[in-house]
T-cell receptor
Framework: DAGVIQSPRHEVTEMGQEVTLRCKPI?????LFWYRQTMMRGLELLIY????????DSGMPEDRFSAKMPNASFSTLKIQPSEPRDSAVYFC????????????FGDGTRLSIL | GNSVTQMEGPVTLSEEAFLTINCTYT??????LFWYVQYPGEGLQLLLK?????DKGSNKGFEATYRKETTSFHLEKGSVQVSDSAVYFC????????????FGAGTRLFVKA
């Protein structure tokens, strides 16, 4: 079975540029999560969706960050304009909307803003 | 609110040593508890889980028992291998938290040959 698919795996860009990260969740999963991981702050939940609807975006750092889920099989996280402090590994995860079920993570996008 | 506290790392062990990583939790409801493992360059993956008190989750020689009386879910392995070197995350989720999973800060394990 295909797992959670993220693209790109690596992104290097200059500050001020727009960055778009993409995620395809596991088919049949109805909850999707975006996380950011850094050495300093660890794993942070940015936003999560249930049935394509954003439920909690309180972790989104500021207005430069936005996320969409136009359908059940695709989500994007956009940073515009990007800044060096946005450099991190960004993970997408999906699960069935049930507290007994684990989350399934993609392999992440390693983002470097120069 | 819900929270998870796990022991700080790094933990450094020799091959075949006994491993314990402590995890305690605070939850208003009846959470499910999880251990995830993250290998270098990869996302987190489920190691084991327990969904009710006194359940024991186990996988790949790792075990953890859901202790409601001590609000703990400690991870143990009798004999670690070099290939177990990774970061381990304790986590919980329950209905009062919506669909969110609360993760601990992670504990890095180094196993020396």
């Amino acid at each position: 079975d295909a797992g959670v698919i993220q693209s790109p795996r690596h992104e290097v860009t200059e500050m001020g540029q727009e960055v778009t990260l993409r995620c395809k969740p596991i088919s049949g999963h109805n909850s999707l999560f975006w996380y950011r991981q850094t050495m300093m702050r660890g794993l942070e939940l940015l936003i999560y969706f249930n049935n394509n609807v954003p439920i909690d975006d309180s972790g989104m750092p500021e207005d430069r960050f936005s996320a969409k889920m136009p359908n059940a099989s695709f989500s994007t996280l956009k940073i515009q304009p990007s800044e060096p402090r946005d450099s991190a590994v960004y993970f997408c995860a999906s699960t069935l909307g049930d507290s007994n079920q684990p989350q399934h993570f993609g392999d992440g996008t390693r983002l470097s803003i120069l | 609110g819900n929270s998870v506290t796990q022991m700080e790392g790094p933990v450094t062990l020799s091959e075949e040593a006994f491993l314990t990583i402590n995890c305690t939790y605070t939850a208003t409801g009846y959470p499910s508890l999880f251990w995830y493992v993250q290998y270098p360059g990869e996302g987190l993956q489920l190691l084991l889980k327990a969904t009710k008190a006194d359940d024991k989750g186990s996988n790949k020689g790792f075990e953890a028992t859901y202790r409601k009386e001590t609000t703990s879910f400690h991870l143990e392995k009798g004999s670690v291998q070099v290939s177990d070197s990774a970061v381990y995350f304790c986590a919980l989720s329950d209905r009062t938290g919506g669909f969110k999973t609360i993760f601990g800060a992670g504990t890095r394990l180094f196993v020396k040959a």
